[in-house]
């Protein structure tokens, strides 16, 4: 006979992880949240030499430099068009996310 895992036991938690929790959406919230990204950046990126900025860890990763680019990138060509559509009110679909900066400048 098998005894039920002791919730006490951390080795139980890894077998029985606890349910994802959903945070409630809040708007105001969520654009100081957001307001904060390039403070952060640039604190953790200005002055770096461009040799670190630029650095990967090999084929298939990328650089500070291509992450920045991609948020720039998505927020220009991806996410503001998408606030427009939905903000327009049409019925249509969203073109396709570009994940890896297809056709990007």
């Given amino acids: 006979m098998t005894e039920a895992a002791d919730p ?3 080795s139980a938690s890894l077998l ?7 945070m409630p959406f809040d708007l105001a919230t969520d654009l100081r949240l957001l307001a ?3 403070g952060v950046l640039d604190a953790w990126l200005r002055g770096l030499p461009e040799e ?3 650095a990967t860890e ?8 291509d992450i920045v680019g991609h948020l720039i990138d998505g927020e220009e060509t991806d996410w503001l068009p998408r606030t ?6 049409s019925p249509e ?7 890896e900066g297809e056709g990007a400048r």
């Fill in 8 to 10: 006490r036991d951390s």
């Fill in 58 to 65: 090999g084929p298939g990763t990328w650089s500070a430099f």
């Fill in 36 to 38: 904060r990204t390039p």
């Fill in 93 to 99: 679909p969203f073109e396709l996310l570009r994940r």
């Fill in 84 to 89: 427009r559509h939905i903000l327009s009110g």
């Fill in 16 to 22: 029985f992880p606890p349910p994802p929790r959903v």
């Fill in 52 to 54: 670190w900025v630029r």
